[in-house]
């Protein structure tokens, strides 16, 4: 199947700062990428969809200012957590659908964010 | 609303066999997926049903009712690697996909 690599897998910051979360499709090209947000032994809440060359779409209740979403090329999906506080760990996940194929999501491996 | 219902927490013994339930109400419908996650790791892809009936693929099989919005995933010969949790999600009519809370498997020796 397709690979998506997600990177950095694990990140500790400072409350405050920001971090960027990077999504990559690596044998396909992904005009869709979603992302996930899951807090310990709950279900993968979607965070928001983005879409190669627009804006994302964020669900409800998800801040767009907060979460930062560049998908600026068929490959590459960025999400960046900005001013993280302690709430704001959580596993990242990242997902994306290859448009030649069916309807598979084919997961990043995730990233453990933990803010101090 | 949307919804998706699972057990979840099951628990069964080494070599045996185990069905897991999920009950979807979506708006729209356009498939019914199965993933396996272990803690701390991101799920992986199981089975996808869009047709009634039953799909077997090596000691796992996953099965669908359109009409009664159900879905079981049936797990063979238990080993102690299926410990893991198991995630239910429908594809809705936008398809965009609905996410059950997931259940955790325990294998017992």
């Known amino acids: 199947g397709a690979v998506v690599s997600q990177h950095p897998s694990r990140v500790i910051c400072k409350s405050g700062t920001s971090v960027k979360i990077e999504c990559r499709s690596l044998?396909?090209?992904?005009?869709?990428m979603f992302w996930y947000r899951q807090f310990p032994k709950q279900s993968l809440m979607l965070m928001a969809t983005?879409?190669?060359?627009?804006?994302?779409?964020?669900e409800q209740g998800v801040e767009k200012d907060k979460f930062l979403i560049n998908h600026a090329s068929l490959t590459l999906s960025t999400l960046t957590v900005t001013s993280a506080h302690p709430e704001d760990s959580s596993f990242y996940i990242c997902?994306?659908?290859?448009?030649?194929?069916?309807?598979?999501?084919?997961f990043g491996p995730g990233t453990r964010l933990t803010v101090l | 609303g949307q919804n998706i219902d699972q057990p979840t927490e099951m628990t069964a013994t080494e070599g045996a066999i185990v069905q897991i339930n999920c009950t979807y109400q979506t708006s729209g419908f356009n498939g019914l997926f199965w993933y396996q996650q272990h803690a701390g790791e991101a799920p992986t892809f199981l089975s996808y049903n869009v047709l009634d009936g039953l799909e077997e693929k090596g000691r796992f099989s996953s099965f669908l009712s359109r009409s009664k919005g159900y879905s079981y995933l049936l797990l063979k010969e238990l080993q102690m690697k299926d410990s893991a949790s198991y995630l239910c999600?429908?594809?809705?009519?936008?398809?965009?996909?609905?996410w059950g809370a997931g259940t955790k498997l325990i294998i017992k020796p």
């Open positions: 983005s879409n190669e060359g627009s804006k994302a779409t964020y």
């Open positions: 044998d396909f090209q992904a005009t869709t």
């Open positions: 999600a429908a594809l809705d009519s936008n398809y965009q996909l609905i």
């Open positions: 997902s994306a659908r290859d448009p030649q194929g069916d309807t598979e999501q084919f």
